[in-house]
């Protein structure tokens, strides 16, 4: 079944394309940028929830290892104290004499050797250093001046002096502890204990851990990195730089601060720090980011900080983010190759809705043609019943027609009649007359040769009138007639003549049925075959040609002679009623009028043709019964 394309419905082509194209343009960049911003979006969360982690770890952390460095500097806190219950302390600096200087020095080494502190002296309220633990050594502080010392102001007004600091001997760092020793309400010394707190920073180390404490000043004083120590934490002015390096706290080193490349505060003592790399191990570009944590120290107005590399973190975060980018690319494959899929299919089922829908269409149209054809044809059914009625009704007419037409031609040829019939009559009253006379007179052969006259006229009008009789009768038009019975029955009737006159004849016809009555058929062929046979009486070698051939529906008979053929007056006057050249009875002069009428009754035709050969043909056309039945004899 074939389909009417117009029936798809095909999307409009500017249409259809443009959405493709920018698709096409526009969908792998923005897969990309997706994929970028969703690996960028699944490292931040990835980091950030392990920044999250990594601080409530860190704060454990953080707690537990402040919690230890403030039990290390608390551990020696009461030490200072200690030495107000030392009489010998006391006497020394009621009475600053060698002998209890020695005492008191010998006193302050055992101490400090049992406390496994870095060094335990007493100062008087000036400053100067009365004992040390350290007599013995070269780099002793006996009879240093100390009043500079912070912690010495402190303690030497009541307050407990806490102070980390470089040694000015020895540059030696050091916490120092330092105590107002009273008695009886009034200060009279300083004892000060010098902790060294780097024990702590090989713990550090050896537990590799990255941790700093900060002093009051923001001065990192321990750091489990040495590169770091003596840093800053916090920007200095030039003034408190100023007034740092004029204490010595520091010695003279230079307080640089410690200057991370980016720094990003998180919470409240949280923040995420980046420093340059250091390390051998890692490459130069790397940069080392911590997540830093400060927690104040008790009893000391330092802080403690603890950094938790978050490289690791990073890495991971940084896979993270790369798997969800991967994720996506994958989801967003797997998408986009669903949503080909679901348009091919979609496409598949458009077309064939569109197929089955032509089809359907096809189907109506067909059956509507189907019922339009029927209509017309029961219209063409009614048309023909119609046109039988009509035809029947026409036939009826034409049958009144000719009928009439012969009645019109016998009245137009009654002038003629009368005047063929009343020549024989006058004859016949004038032979008759004559005939009584001559009988009268007793002349008999003259009587007899009268009355054989009178037989002849009698009936020569016998034959007209029985021409004129059987042309007016009412015939049989619808009858069928066989041509070649026709013809051998015309020859039968014309026997004798045919024979007589050595004729040869030729039959090329064919035996079929043509539309005339069989009687009128043979009365037109005796006519035309007779008429052909007196022409041809003075013809040594008579030849009749039958020859047929079928044209317009018709069989076209043609009947030639070898006769004498028409001179040109008597063709003029040929069909006429009662006109004939021949002599004597020979002739009516109703042949060829009849047969023109028979043939014309039944819808043929009789004309005539003048050979240049010579002779004459007469041809008579007759409607055929059935063409089909054509065969030739
Ligand atoms: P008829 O035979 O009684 O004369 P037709 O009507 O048959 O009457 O013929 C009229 C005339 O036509 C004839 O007298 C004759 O002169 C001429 N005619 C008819 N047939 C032929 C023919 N085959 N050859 C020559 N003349 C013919």
């Given at each position: ?43 931040w969360v990835s980091e950030h929830y392990g920044i999250r982690s990594l601080s409530e ?243 000391t107005p330092w802080n403690f900080t603890l950094l938790t590399p978050l490289q690791d ?208 058929l043979e009365q037109i062929l005796v006519n035309l075959i007779g008429n052909a046979l ?100």
């Amino acid at each position: 079944m074939k389909c009417d394309p117009t029936l798809y419905r095909a999307a409009p082509t500017s249409l259809a394309v443009k959405p493709r194209l920018i698709r096409h343009l526009f969908l792998p960049p923005l897969v990309i940028a997706l994929m970028i911003g969703l690996g960028y979006l699944g490292f931040w969360v990835s980091e950030h929830y392990g920044i999250r982690s990594l601080s409530e770890n860190g704060q454990r952390q953080l707690e537990l290892h402040a919690r230890a460095v403030e039990s290390e500097i608390s551990k020696y806190t009461y030490l200072p104290s200690l030495l107000e219950l030392e009489s010998s302390v006391s006497r020394l600096l009621d009475d600053p004499s060698p002998e209890h200087r020695q005492t008191v020095n010998e006193y302050l080494e055992g101490l400090n050797r049992r406390s496994r502190s870095r060094a335990i002296y007493v100062m008087d309220t000036t400053g100067r250093v009365m004992a040390t633990s350290n007599w013995r050594d070269v780099d002793s502080y006996l009879g240093e001046d100390l009043s500079f010392r912070a912690y010495f102001q402190n303690a030497v007004r009541g307050q407990p002096g806490r102070f980390y600091g470089i040694g000015s001997t020895n540059g030696e760092p050091g916490y120092y502890l330092a105590h107002g020793l009273e008695e009886r309400g009034k200060i009279i010394g300083v004892a000060v204990v010098k902790v060294r707190l780097e024990a702590m920073e090989e713990r550090w180390q050896r537990a590799r851990l990255e941790a700093f404490v900060s002093d009051e000043n923001g001065i990192i004083i321990l750091s489990s990195d040495p590169a770091r120590r003596l840093k800053s934490v916090i920007p200095l002015s030039e003034e408190t730089k100023e007034k740092l390096a004029r204490s010595l706290q520091y010695y003279w080193f230079p307080l640089n601060e410690l200057q991370p490349l980016a720094r990003e505060k998180l919470a409240e003592g949280e923040e995420k720090l980046t420093f340059p790399a250091n390390s051998e191990l890692m490459s130069e570009e790397e940069n080392i980011s911590y997540l830093s944590q400060t927690r104040p120290l008790s009893d000391t107005p330092w802080n403690f900080t603890l950094l938790t590399p978050l490289q690791d973190l990073r890495r991971e975060a940084i896979n993270q983010g790369i798997l969800v980018a991967v994720a996506f690319a994958l989801v967003a494959f797997l998408l986009i190759a669903w949503n080909e899929r679901r348009k091919v299919i979609a496409t598949r089922l458009a077309a064939r809705e569109a197929l089955q829908e032509a089809n359907n269409q096809l189907e109506r149209r067909i059956t509507e043609r189907t019922t339009d054809l029927r209509a017309s044809n029961e219209r063409l059914k009614g048309q023909i019943r119609e046109r039988r009625q009509a035809e029947e009704t026409l036939r009826r007419a034409q049958d009144e027609l000719v009928q009439a037409g012969k009645l019109a031609a016998i009245g137009q040829m009654s002038t003629s009649i009368a005047h063929e019939l009343n020549q024989p009559l006058a004859a016949l009253r004038t032979l008759s007359g004559n005939t009584v006379r001559f009988l009268e007179r007793g002349q008999l052969d003259v009587a007899s040769t009268n009355l054989k006259t009178i037989n002849e006229l009698i009936d020569r009008m016998g034959r007209i009138t029985a021409s004129l009789r059987s042309f007016a009768r009412r015939g049989d038009d619808k009858g069928q007639a066989s041509l070649g019975k026709a013809v051998d029955a015309a020859l039968q009737v014309l026997g004798s003549r045919v024979e007589n006159a050595h004729l040869q004849l030729h039959r090329d016809f064919a035996d079929l049925q043509v539309q005339i009555d069989q009687t009128r058929l043979e009365q037109i062929l005796v006519n035309l075959i007779g008429n052909a046979l007196d022409a041809m009486q003075a013809q040594p070698l008579p030849e009749l040609w039958l020859e047929g051939e079928i044209s317009e529906g018709k069989y076209r008979l043609r009947v030639r002679d070898n006769g004498h053929g028409i001179d040109a007056e008597t063709r003029k006057h040929l069909f006429e009623p009662f006109f004939t050249t021949k002599p004597g009875e020979q002739g009516l002069g109703l042949g060829l009028t009849l047969s023109a009428s028979l043939a014309a009754a039944t819808g043929g035709h009789l004309g005539v043709e003048h050979p240049a050969s010579g002779g004459t043909t007469f041809v008579l056309s007759l409607p055929l019964v059935s063409p089909l039945h054509a065969e030739p004899i």
